[in-house]
């Protein structure tokens, strides 16, 4: 069996055993992971090089804190999804958000929309991937962003849902700061959009890349 294939069924597992994994944290039996970037378990976490016309950056995945996130993030990967996607939201100081437009600014058709992990997963620190959604928990799809500074309100609480962080940037960071710094404009009913589309060529596995 193929690494794709292998990878596709351990994505399903945890698309099976992500919820069963939640109801055990809201109840208190399973204890979320509470550190940043401190897992014992660094090496063994999935790692996804993000090639964009702005340079490289490398992301550290979180099944650990987020699986059905991150599940859902990996099978657009794994079908080539996000290539040719771009940074349509820039916001010097808060985000930089992509993964959902065409260069031309055409929606790309998504999946289903998956259930919020906010409430267990790490916090909105600068360098950390979180899932893009609408005022619904439950609407994220492909769509991501980077968050550029901490964002605290972007946290869940005991009253609110937040953004759900799936991943952490662990090498080029300063490509993130290039996009953010590029002239924005209004196009397509949207604000923030970049003059010149920033492009994602490509997101793979590191293990693919190798």
Not at 35 to 40: G, I, V
Not at 104 to 131: F, Y
Not at 162 to 187: K, M, P, W
Request: no cysteine; glycine share 8%.
């Amino acid at each position: 069996m193929d690494r794709l294939s292998t990878r596709t069924i351990a994505t399903q597992l945890i698309r099976v055993l992500g919820p069963l994994l939640t109801a055990l944290i809201m109840l208190g039996v399973v204890a979320p992971a509470q550190a940043q970037d401190s897992s014992d378990d660094n090496d063994t976490l999935p790692e996804v090089r993000v090639s964009t016309t702005e340079g490289a950056f490398t992301v550290r995945l979180r099944p650990d804190i987020a699986p059905l996130t991150v599940a859902n993030f990996l099978e657009y990967v794994e079908e080539g999804f996000y290539d040719g996607t771009v940074f349509h939201r820039v916001i010097p100081g808060f985000m930089v958000q992509g993964g959902g437009f065409d260069k031309n600014l055409n929606k790309k058709t998504t999946g289903d929309p998956i259930v919020n992990e906010s409430r267990q997963t790490a916090k909105n620190l600068r360098g950390t991937l979180a899932m893009a959604r609408t005022r619904d928990p439950d609407s994220a799809t492909a769509q991501f962003f980077v968050n550029l500074v901490d964002n605290p309100h972007l946290d869940a609480t005991a009253s609110r849902q937040g953004y759900a962080v799936f991943g952490t940037i662990t090498e080029g960071i300063s490509v993130i700061d290039a996009i953010a710094r590029v002239q924005t404009t209004r196009a397509k009913g949207m604000s923030d959009v970049p003059v010149d589309p920033v492009i994602i060529e490509s997101i793979r596995l590191v293990d693919d890349e190798q």
